[in-house]
Structure formats: structure tokens, C-alpha cells
């Protein structure tokens, strides 16, 4: 049976010791935070904060902390849902095999979202933003955020809620010039269902209500965050998930209230109505700065009787939400290939703050009477990758030819770039997009929202052998003599922090004059950076520096480089400037007090002791 309550949930967790809680009183600035990223990185259970300093609300976080707690979670209707989601890609299935796909139809049929009347739960009662526990993540965090919520709107032409949106869209509740309890931001990216409400309802002059669901059953917010195929609702969605149906209503003023939920917060957008939210630590690692977003109003706090907060913190992956898109991609993991004719697999890579880094493979068969292979379908898959949902805000995307290598997994980040580097002819694999929309949180880019890409093909024979050490005869000039080996054909090499970026011409010039004639087959990709040591100490440092602080059109070179009718290539190995340059956001740095107090907690006879 599914959770009627984020309660049940909780009760259901502690009694498999899937939870601990925490007693003392806790100051939701910053400790929380440091509390929940300590456990997190120690693979410890869900923690329930009992006393909330300056709130009457309890607080929950890590639900989602590992892959095993989530599917435990939904351990009565995860394989119906991957069904479900399989027959919505391949309906036939369904006909094929009735008998096998009867109990998934049911299951269908019975999440459909249900009128309630208004003695739901949440209605037990109202408060305000104020009394809600103010958690603030990080240091310059610019007030406190709602980082678990889903925000419900609905489609100014076809109302309902069959037909609305449900995101995971951050919230910010006080700081800079929002009125205490009366108006809050809502900041929401690139390609989201909300940006097409509100476009709509502009177009009207009419405000958007927007509600704000926090807490209800786990399924709930799993579906805000859910890239779910075209038609099937997010309502519809978490009533399956949980195995039990949405249940709602609409209040006084004409705002859907999810029945379940442990805090709705109702309010409008005016059009064209926008005050500065932010900054925010975000997954990506970096602080997201200021920018004018959508203001608010707030109209009502509801909550239930025994109402708890959840929140999650998110940073330099891996965190919480790693553990949500590895859900994610356990469920729907089949659906995206399926949409694009000739992919095979697609993975947004974590430890590169997912949109900058896709990885791909897809089939290359245009030319099968041809005895040597080259990227021709793939570049037309990379395409239709790039032309797709959420995948487009991609920056680089590297995509191989299943044929070159059945077993080729786009989950090993090392083993796929191995692949990749091992074949890539860098004076033909290489196809920026100029001038174009990047993720909102990417600050590497020319502005908000707006970079670059570049699509990485790669088919046919293995073209070298990768360097997995640098011969003795390998020097670089001064002052670049800092360098070390990442993986096989991947050199990180340290430029000073004096050298600016309008140095890079004359520091080009010299990696030219000096590495031009060398024979550096085995060495197709170097990478400049502010602290080569910390970049070849794993392969996660490497792949979230190198993506995370880098624009192609603008940080991508090489030696001996060439343009031949608008296409950009280069003989020699090709360098990416990874260093962090003065338009980029701050990354995200703990503070180092609270950490001690955390430290205390971890100590015999703490809260924490024997977890962190």
C-alpha cells in the first residue's frame, strides 16, 4: 500500500532504522545544511529534525540520500511503474502480451487524481513564510530557499488538472528586497513547463496562480523532478508511484491544493512582475548570482496538523539529487532512446553538473557497404540530442558509434572517454553551435542562458595509442612546467594564476612555437587549469572542472589548428582552458565553524556519532 503522508513515510523509514533524529535544537542557518551534507557523504540514513531554532515545524531531509532507500521507498510499485513507462514508449507490447501488462493497466487506471472535499489534511490550518523553518545552504546564500518543492500551475487555455505542470523549481522566501511573508521568488530555468504558463498568461494579462506543494507523499516530489513522456501527467504519475491516487481541491480563491501535501503556499505572478533572487548554491558547484526573476505574492501558508518540512541541499555533485536522478533514470532509463531513432543510451553526466556533459551512443548505418566508418549518423542523432527537451542546454556532447563497441557503457565515464579519445579525429569530429541558450545555472558562457556548444562524433578504428605517461622527451615552456597525467591521453597542465585572459594569444603562441613540431599522437587532450593536481586526483575532478568552467567557442583550442570553410579543426592535441575566469560565478565553500560543530556531533555520546 502507498504512504498517505510524508508521516507515514517517516514512520515507515525509522522502523527500518532507514532514519535517524535528531533532538537537539538545530539553527537552520547553515547547520542543517552542514548536518545533511555530512550524512549524505557518509551514505547515512534520513534525518528528522525535531526542534527547528525559530520555527514550531520539524524538518526532514535525505530522503532520497541513496538509490537502495529510494527503492525501498517504492519498493511495492517500482516495477509496475518501469512497465508503465515502457508501454507508454511501446504500446504494442501491451496488445502482445495482455495477460503480462494487466496489472500495470490497473495501476494506471487507478492513479488517476481524485477530487476531495475540503476537510483534507492540509487544511487543518494557516501560518506564515516567517514561522516556516528558514534553512539558508551556504554561506552567501541569499535568504532562505524551499529546496524540495513542487509548484503546481495550470494552462491559462486548457485548465485542470490533467492538464497542469508540476516542477521542482527553487523558492526563495526572504532576503533581498522581497516584503517579509508577502512575496517570495520563483526562479525556474531554460525548457520548463511553467515558463510556458506563464507565457500564456501574459499574453492574457492575466496573473498566474501559482501553488506551492511541500511534503505529501515521497512520490509526490519524485514526480515534480520526473522528465516524464509527452501526455503522461505528473499528477497521474505520483498517484502510480505511490501507489496512491493525487488528491486535491481548490480553495476559496481558485488555487488546487494537493490534499496530502504538508505545507501549500498559494500566490500570483503578475506579468512582467519580477524583483532580484539569488544568489543560491547550486548543483553545478557554483553559487547562481542575482538576476531579476518572477515575484510572488502570496496569497495563503495552509498545512496539516502535524505538518514536517522537507528539505535537501544541493551542491558539487554528488548529492542528494544524484540519488534522484538515478531514480529517474531507473525508471525512464529506455524512454529517450526510444524517441530518437538509431540511440541506444544517453547519460547527462552527474559529476559534471549533468547539463554541461552528455555522453551518448547511437548506431552508424548510413554507409554499411563502406569498409572504413565515419561519423554520418550519429552527427544527425547528436542533432536531434541537442534539439531535445532538457538535453538541449547541453555545452558538450561527445556520442560514439555502438558498432566500434557493443560493450560500450556511457555510465563509465573513464572507459567512454577512453573510447572517444582513442578514435577522435580532431580535424573532422568537431561541430560547434555559436551563440546559442546553455543551462540558466552555467555561468561559463557570455551571459545568462547564453553560450555555446559542441558535439564530439566519433566512429570507426581505433585511431592511436594513448599516452598513459608522458615520455621523458615531453616539455613545456615556461611557466607551464606543472603538469600531470589525468588518464591515458588526458594531460592536465597548470597556468599561473598572473597570466589574464587577455594573455591567452601571446600563451598560445608559445604552447604553438614550442609543441608544433613534437610527434603528441598519444596525447589528444590537454587541459589548462588553475590546480593540475587537484584535477588528476580523480576522475570526477576532472570531468567537473573541465565542463563546469568552459565555453567551446570561446575555451577550446589547439595546436595546430585550422579553418577550412567554416569548420574548425586541429592537427595537433586539443586544449581546453578550464581555469576559472572572472565572470564566473564562486564555487560553493563550507564554513569552516559550523563544520566543526558538525565535527562535535559526530563525536561519542553526539547526535551523529557513529554515522559521520
Known sequence: MGYKSL????????????????????????????????????????????????????????????????????????????????????????????????????????????????SAPVN??????????????????????????QVYTEDADTPGIMNANLGMYRIQLGGNDY???????????????????????????????????????PSHPVAAVMPLPEGLSEMTFAGALGNRRFRYFYDAEGFCISADADFV??????????????????????YSLVHPFPLLKVHNVYHRKDAIWSFTVVGRPPQEDTSFGALIHEITGSAIPKEIPGLHAVNAVDAAGVHPLLFAIGSERYTPYVKERHPQEIITIANHILGKGQLSLAKYLFIAAKEDDPTLDVNDVGGFLKHILQRIDLTRDLHFQTKTSIDTLDY?????????KVAITVAGDIKRELWSEMPASFSLPRPFVNHKMVMPGVLAVEVPKNIRASDMPLMLEFMQEHLGEMDLSGLPLMVLCDDAAFVAQTINNFVWVTFTRSNPSHDIYGINSFTENKHWGCHGPLMIDARIKPHHAPELIKDPEVEKLVDEMGAKGGALHGII
Request: aromatic share 8%.
Open 179 to 217: 516584503i517579509p511573508d508577502k512575496e517570495i521568488g520563483l526562479h525556474y530555468q531554460l525548457h520548463r513547463g511553467i515558463g510556458v504558463h506563464q507565457t500564456k498568461a501574459n499574453a492574457k494579462g492575466q496573473p498566474l496562480k501559482v501553488s506551492i506543494f511541500v511534503g505529501g507523499p
Open 124 to 149: 487543518f490550518g494557516r501560518t506564515t513564510i516567517g514561522e516556516i523553518p528558514q534553512i539558508v545552504n551556504w554561506p552567501k546564500d541569499g535568504g532562505p530557499f524551499v529546496t524540495m518543492p
Open 7 to 118: 508521516q507515514d513515510c517517516i514512520t515507515d523509514l525509522e522502523n527500518h532504522r532507514h532514519l535517524i533524529r535528531i533532538k537537539e535544537e538545530v539553527d537552520p542557518y547553515l547547520k542543517m545544511a552542514a548536518i545533511h551534507l555530512r550524512v549524505f557523504e557518509n551514505a547515512g540514513p534520513a534525518i528528522l529534525f525535531e526542534n527547528v531554532k525559530g520555527s514550531k515545524f520539524p524538518a526532514v531531509s535525505n530522503l532520497f540520500g541513496t538509490l537502495d532507500r529510494s527503492r525501498f521507498i517504492f519498493r511495492d510499485t517500482l516495477d509496475k511503474i518501469k512497465t508503465l513507462v515502457d508501454i507508454k514508449n511501446d504500446p504494442i507490447k501491451a496488445i502482445k502480451h495482455p495477460f503480462k501488462y494487466a496489472n500495470t493497466a490497473l495501476t494506471a487506471l487507478s492513479a488517476l487524481p481524485m477530487k476531495v472535499g475540503k
Open 444 to 452: 561559463s558562457g557570455e551571459g545568462l542562458n547564453s553560450g555555446s
Open 265 to 286: 503556499i498559494t500566490g500570483t505572478v503578475m506579468p512582467m512582475e519580477n524583483k532580484p533572487e539569488g544568489p543560491f548554491g547550486d548543483h553545478l558547484g557554483y
